[in-house]
Nanobody
Framework: QVQLVESGGGLVQAGGSLRLSCAASGRTFSSYAMGWFRQAPGKEREFVAAISWSGGNTYYADSVKGRFTISRDNAKNTMYLQMNSLKPEDTAVYYC???????????????????WGQGTQVTVSS
């Protein structure tokens, strides 16, 4: 069992930056692959980024590649999502999630993750 808590969301103008954090407690954080997903109003939840247990492998949705960076600090039991050059279409509730297996392609699908945070709102104004 692992508990996840996101923070760092907020309101930002287009072109700005935010850094989301996902703090984990419970079972060994470093045992889990981690991911970020987002859900905009009226849309399905979608994959944003994922990172292997060691941090050595990262994966991104095409829509955020080159603008977002996922990272983790296993010593602090925390994962991050640095979001730069934000666009209004990035507006969504962002969720972090944990998955015991780091195998692909499961990292891209929300139903493959066992543990979820409560979400943090990101709003990008034009």
């Amino acid at each position: 069992q692992v508990q996840l808590v996101e923070s760092g969301g907020g309101l930002v103008q287009a072109g700005g930056s935010l850094r989301l954090s996902c703090a984990a407690s419970g079972r060994t954080f470093s045992s889990y692959a981690m991911g970020w997903f987002r859900q905009a109003p009226g849309k399905e939840r979608e994959f944003v980024a994922a990172i292997s247990w060691s941090g050595g492998n990262t994966y991104y949705a095409d829509s955020v590649k080159g603008r977002f960076t996922i990272s983790r600090d296993n010593a602090k039991n925390t994962m991050y999502l640095q979001m730069n050059s934000l666009k209004p279409e990035d507006t969504a509730v962002y969720y972090c999630a944990a998955r015991f297996s780091g195998l692909l392609p499961g990292l891209f699908y929300d139903y493959e993750y066992a543990y979820w945070g409560q979400g943090t709102q990101v709003t990008v104004s034009s």
